[in-house]
């Protein structure tokens, strides 16, 4: 009993295996493309291979677009179908199946699953486009590259070349356009691009653009601005002429003048000179200036001048003055001491006594000192003599030198000792003289009063005719 279930079991699944093997025979086969993708551009030869399960006697394949069998497949007994050229019709769903012919005839295996064919248009060969377009450009000009192409309906990334090598400043390949913000002279050479389609298993290059050159002048040498007359520091109220000076064989077709970052519009100033008349605290502020110089039908501007500044100043007040002693008398021999007061702070002072008849005596004073003395020991050659001194000071602000008003003049009045002795015998003499004068008055007048009380009557006529002494 065991034995018969047993070979019951083995004939089930012999008859398993032999139905297996039969379906087998029959199954669906697979269809692919030679290539590794699904998607041809026009023009291209497309492969697509049927490939049957087992190794059996196939007898031959027929290939299916769009479930219609391919004209001419169904006699081939080969397992490809090759397009040559493909056409936009081309795309669709393709299928396949094979055949075999035994003694129970022709038998078609199950049709496969299908691939899809997709076809698109070769992308067309972008242009190069540089904007703005220009003969010369010069550094630090602006100017953007642009891949231009008809509209694709697919991924694309972008390639620019410089020179044949990729821009490695172009980071951003989806965009078509490559900003070069701020051109330099290495930015020079010879630029064109290409672009690439993407998401179809394969990257499809649009080839490369037609060239455009990029030419980059450098920016012409410096100008020199100067102010005329050549200090930095005017006082309010002074005139002063700025000039913008290119260097000498440079051709030159325009100037212009900042004040800060501000140009200054004036009847000369594109010539290269701006006048400032009574100046003001208002104009004190750095300046430069640039000049244009025609190369290429193109203007091309200077590296601007070094800036220059203009300092204005208050006119100079004057110094005060005093001397030691402070009445100015002083004895033949003595010593005066001047003092000389600025009523600011400068760089530098010089500091400068005077007087009316005799030279200079200068003081230089060190940085940051507003007083100077000086003593000096008078000495009078004859008789009292009287001398006017005042003071000046010479300051020295931004490497100008300015004088500024006197001061007040003072009186000094040198006495000779000697002559004044010479004074005091006179005084003296003249003294003594005096009273002697005085006693012999008095001596005189006790002598006419004896005679008045002699005759007394005698003398009243002679009053009357105005001879009276005594009422002295
Ligand atoms: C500045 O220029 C004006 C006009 O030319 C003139 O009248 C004036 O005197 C000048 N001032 C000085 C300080 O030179
Ligand atoms: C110079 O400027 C001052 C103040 O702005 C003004 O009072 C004066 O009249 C001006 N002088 C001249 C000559 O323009
Ligand atoms: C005047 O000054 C000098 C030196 O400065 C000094 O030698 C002299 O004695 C002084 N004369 C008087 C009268 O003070
Ligand atoms: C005083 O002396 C000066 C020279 O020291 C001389 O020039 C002047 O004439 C003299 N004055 C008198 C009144 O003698």
């Not at 490809?80 to 795309?91: E, F, P, R, T």
Request: glycine letters at 6%; charged letters at 20%; a neutral charge.
């Amino acid at each position: 009993m065991y034995k018969v279930l047993q070979a019951c079991l083995y004939l089930w699944l012999y008859l398993l295996v032999e139905l297996g093997l039969y379906e087998a025979v029959l199954q669906r086969p697979k269809i692919f493309f030679s290539a590794s993708y699904t998607t041809f551009l026009t023009g291209e030869a497309v492969l697509l291979e049927c490939q049957a399960p087992a190794d059996s006697t196939i007898h031959g394949y027929k290939f299916f677009k769009n479930n219609n069998e391919v004209p001419g497949t169904g006699a081939s007994s080969r397992s490809k179908y090759k397009i040559s050229l493909a056409k936009n019709s081309d795309a669709g769903s393709y299928t396949c199946l094979y055949y075999i012919s035994d003694a129970r005839g022709r038998q078609e295996s199950e049709v496969s699953f299908p691939v899809f064919l997709s076809i698109i248009d070769q992308p067309s060969t972008p242009s190069l486009l540089v904007n703005p377009e220009q003969s010369l450009y010069f550094e630090g000009e602006t100017v953007t590259l642009e891949c231009v192409h008809s509209n694709i309906n697919s991924m694309i990334t972008y390639h620019f070349y410089k020179d044949t090598s990729k821009v490695q400043s172009y980071q951003d390949t989806s965009k078509s356009q490559h900003h070069i913000a701020s051109l330099s002279t290495k930015d020079s050479g010879t630029y064109d691009c290409e672009y690439l389609v993407l998401g179809h298993q394969r990257t499809i290059p649009s080839g490369k653009s037609k060239q455009q050159t990029i030419t980059v002048t450098a920016l012409s040498a410096p100008p020199l601005l100067k102010f005329l007359p050549s200090y930095s520091a005017f006082i309010i109220g002074e005139n002063l002429t700025m000039e913008c000076e290119a260097p000498s064989p440079v051709p030159v077709t325009l100037y212009r003048i900042y004040k800060e970052e501000e140009e200054l519009k004036g009847p000369s100033a594109h010539k290269g000179i701006y006048a400032l008349q009574n100046v003001t605290r208002a104009v004190q502020a750095e300046y430069y200036c640039m000049y244009w110089s025609p190369k290429s039908n193109r203007e091309i501007p200077s590296i601007p001048s070094p800036t220059k500044e203009l300092y204005v100043i208050d006119p100079l007040r004057p110094p005060l003055f005093f001397v030691e002693p402070p009445s100015g008398r002083i004895w033949d021999g003595g010593n005066v001491t001047l003092y000389c007061s600025a009523p600011e702070e400068y760089e530098r002072t010089r500091f400068h006594f005077l007087n009316d008849t005799d030279g200079i005596i200068s003081v230089s004073s060190y940085k940051k000192q507003t007083t100077a003395t000086v003593t000096i020991n008078m000495r009078k050659s004859n008789s009292t003599s009287s001398t006017k001194y005042f003071c000046q000071y010479t300051a020295e602000i931004k490497g100008r030198s300015l004088l500024s008003p006197k001061s007040p003049q003072i009186e000094i009045i040198v006495s000779a000792k000697g002559s004044l002795l010479w004074l005091i015998a006179i005084g003296v003499g003249a003294g003594i003289a005096v009273l002697i004068i005085i006693v012999a008055l008095i001596y005189w007048v006790l002598l006419a009063k004896k005679d008045t009380k002699k005759d007394i009557e005698v003398s009243k006529p002679v009053r009357d005719g105005g001879c009276k002494v005594t009422s002295l």
